[in-house]
């Protein structure tokens, strides 16, 4: 019914940028809020942004002002521009979708009803 598909990911040198993309299709595409999340090997998936209906965003502390997140409707997918880049960046990264408010990376993951299979990115020292 719902697909949520990332891409973008791969392998960067620490201070360089990646920018990933979120493909969401299906019958179900508006959601109240959608959010990028992250999880390195042994850890467990964290939250690093999210973008409200209101295209309010929210972020992760250790994220703050090297990662952006955006949205086109008309495309149908989201962004998350990665500046900055750190070798503690190194993580699978995940997209998702909520149907209800509140809206933020530090909601629980259950709470957020579709979830893509990930892309992983890989920054060196």
């Known amino acids: 019914q719902v697909q949520v598909v990332e891409s973008g990911g791969g392998s960067v040198q620490a201070g360089g940028s990646l920018r990933l993309s979120c493909a969401v299709s299906?019958?179900?595409?508006?959601?109240?809020?959608m959010g990028w999340f992250r999880q390195a090997p042994g850890k467990e998936r964290e939250g690093v942004g999210t973008?409200?209906?209101?295209?309010?965003?929210r972020y992760a502390d250790s994220v703050k002002g090297r990662f952006t997140i955006s949205k086109d409707h008309a495309k149908r997918t989201l962004y998350l521009q990665m500046n900055s880049l750190k070798p503690e960046d190194t993580a699978m990264y995940y997209c998702a979708a909520k149907d209800v408010l509140p809206c933020s990376p530090s909601v629980l993951l259950p709470n957020f009803n579709d979830w893509g299979r990930g892309t992983q990115v890989t920054v060196s020292s």
């Open positions: 973008i409200g209906v209101d295209d309010n965003t």
């Open positions: 299906g019958y179900k595409y508006n959601y109240a809020c």
